[in-house]
């Protein structure tokens, strides 16, 4: 298995689906199933009934996941931008691929 090229924290750009073009915040990543949680993108609403755990009921909005496919990293511009791995100082780093500049 390779390195992760998105990880947690990463502002990203949505590619593809109803959320395109906007950016947000990598709160989760999830390897296994290819996807990512994206904070404020793919915010899906459920309808609860009030019960003990919370009387008051209501509506819960929280964010599904994003397949990582149809994310990017935003590069300083807010732009897309691919991610490659080079070895600066003897250490290996992600590298924007558009402006060069370490991750």
Known sequence: MSAAKIK??????????????????????????????????????KHRKPDQSNPQGGIERKPAPLHISNVAVADK???????????RDGKKVRVAVKSGEVL
């Open 8 to 45: 947690k924290g990463d502002k990203i750009v949505v590619l593809a689906g109803k959320d395109k073009g906007r950016t947000g915040a990598v709160l989760q990543v999830m390897p296994k199933d290819d996807k990512v949680l994206v904070e404020g993108i793919n915010v899906h609403v």
């Open 77 to 87: 511009d807010g732009k897309p931008t691919r991610v490659r791995f080079e070895e």
